[in-house]
């Protein structure tokens, strides 16, 4: 059960050369040279548009960043993505863990992994939240409002809402980076023990690439990948 009270919420194959092929021994000069050609063509382009990207992102300020992600409360429809997660204290690593996260609607599922292998599940219509054993076994139930209750991450789990993540806090700090915007927030009042929510964002579309939630010293990361959003997920996914 203690999975869920996280934050959260290429394989590359070897190519193989037949060397009884003889053909490709003949052809394979014409198509490197071929293959030269073609990238000279288009890494020009390809540098001109990482540029474009690059000037279009230095020009960006904090609130046009912060208004760009939450702008996903109305677009994110489907949400499909990997993600690990990391909590250190003062530096020190203390947990980390690996999943997969689907969201559609007010249905999310929470998958996590152990070598790999499915450990449990959590799954919830933000009405009922419930846990399930590798097996798809019920371990335990509890209700959305009692978990939410008791996060100061309220939103987090809920990918997508960041309006609501992202309320009553204010801007501490902004930086533009090669592949990445970083955004980091403050609550708006002063508290003891207060915390820096930062988001890393694509700076393509302000969708959120890593998470980071710090708090007294104790840090916990989450970083998406793979992230697919907007795609046709089944329905069964959520049962």
């Given at each position: 059960m203690k999975n869920i009270f996280l934050i959260i919420f290429l394989l590359l194959p070897a190519v193989f050369v037949n060397a009884a092929d003889a053909g490709a021994d003949k052809t394979a000069p014409a198509k490197a040279e071929a293959g030269k050609k073609q990238n000279e063509k288009t890494a020009p382009a390809k540098e001109r548009a990482d540029k474009k990207l690059s000037n279009k992102s230095a020009a960006l300020t904090a609130d046009q960043a912060l208004a760009g992600l939450i702008a996903w409360d109305g677009k994110l429809k489907t949400l499909q993505?990997?993600?690990?997660?990391?909590?250190?204290?003062?530096?020190?690593?203390?947990?980390?863990?690996?999943?997969?996260?689907?969201?559609?609607?007010?249905n999310i599922r929470l998958d996590t992994f152990e070598n790999g292998v499915l450990s449990q599940s959590a799954l919830t219509d933000k009405k009922v939240i419930k846990i399930k054993d590798s097996q798809g076994e019920i371990i335990t139930t509890m209700a959305w409002a009692?978990?939410?209750?008791?996060?100061?991450?309220?939103a987090l789990f809920d990918f997508g809402n960041y309006g609501k993540a992202v309320k009553g806090h204010k801007i501490k700090d902004f930086s533009v980076g090669n592949d990445a915007l970083t955004l980091t927030l403050m609550p708006e009042k002063e508290q003891t023990g207060g915390y820096e929510l930062t988001f890393k964002l694509d700076p393509k579309d302000f969708f959120v690439k890593e998470i980071s939630l710090e708090n007294e010293g104790v840090k916990t990361t989450t970083v998406l990948k793979g992230t697919q959003k907007n795609i046709k997920l089944k329905e069964s996914i959520f049962k």
């Open positions: 993505a990997d993600f690990t997660q990391a909590t250190t204290f003062e530096g020190t690593p203390i947990s980390s863990s690996e999943g997969r996260i689907y969201k559609q609607g007010q009692d978990w939410e209750a008791g996060q100061s991450n309220k």
